[in-house]
């Protein structure tokens, strides 16, 4: 069982540029997050889904859009990277009525 | 969600009883006290979560005062890999958007 997987772990994109961040989970989790952390801050919510088709905006959602086709898929885009979104990007799923995290093992953005 | 208020950092020497203490004086009724823990360059890891009293697995110990204003994380006879940041985090289980704080550093020393 993989849990939650991420790509790239690394990444350096020069201001201006876009990407797509991917997640995958092979839980059946309905539930999916991105967070982003700074160098030594918490984790701030930047997008949310509930299910497939439903996505809703986190804390700092500006700068980042989603999608939700698939129950086991949940990107999240960069489309026009800033050097302020240089941070390490943690993707999340859980089940509905179990308040329990699973978490990816991250992507390092540097924007340049 | 609950705001949560954690020490920023704290310091112990292996082999000693750790216990971090979290505030969270406007927790609701249907809220949950989950905790996390945080290697350098990892994700967040579930340690443990509890409603009331006490709760205890293989890895901490979970104490809840009767009011749930706050709570505690009691970690045993801690090691140098217990080094990390532990995030106490309060919500229902319905809901998804979770608020980290900035979590409490441990630092473990030989």
């Known amino acids: 069982n993989a849990g939650v997987t991420q790509t790239p772990k690394f990444q350096v994109l020069k201001t201006g540029q876009s990407m797509t961040l991917q997640c995958a989970q092979d839980?059946?989790?309905?539930?999916m997050s991105w967070y982003r952390q700074d160098p030594g801050m918490g984790l701030r919510l930047i997008h949310y889904?509930?299910?497939?088709?439903?996505?809703d905006q986190g804390e700092v959602p500006n700068g980042y859009n989603v999608s939700r086709s698939t129950t086991e898929d949940f990107p999240l885009r960069l489309l026009s990277a800033a050097p302020s979104q240089t941070s390490v990007y943690f993707c999340?799923?859980?089940?509905?009525?179990?308040?329990?995290?699973?978490f990816g093992a991250g992507t390092r953005l540097s924007v340049l | 969600l609950a705001k949560t208020t954690q020490p920023i950092s704290m310091d112990s020497y292996e082999g000693q009883e750790v216990n971090i203490t979290c505030s969270h004086n406007?927790?609701?009724?249907?809220?949950?006290i989950t905790w996390y823990q945080q290697f350098p360059s990892q994700g967040p890891r579930f340690i443990i979560q509890?409603?009331?009293t006490k709760v205890t697995n293989e890895v901490a110990s979970l104490f809840i005062p009767a009011d749930r204003k706050s709570s505690t994380l009691s970690l045993p006879r801690v090691s140098l890999s217990d080094t990390a940041v532990y995030y106490c985090?309060?919500?229902?289980?319905?809901?998804?958007?979770?608020?980290f704080g900035g979590g409490t550093r441990l630092m473990v020393k030989p």
């Open positions: 999340a799923s859980r089940s509905p009525g179990i308040n329990i995290q699973y």
């Open positions: 839980m059946n989790h309905e539930y």
């Open positions: 889904s509930v299910g497939a088709g439903i996505t």
């Open positions: 406007n927790i609701a009724t249907n809220d949950y």
């Open positions: 509890g409603y009331k």
């Open positions: 985090l309060v919500g229902d289980n319905a809901g998804n958007m979770l608020t």
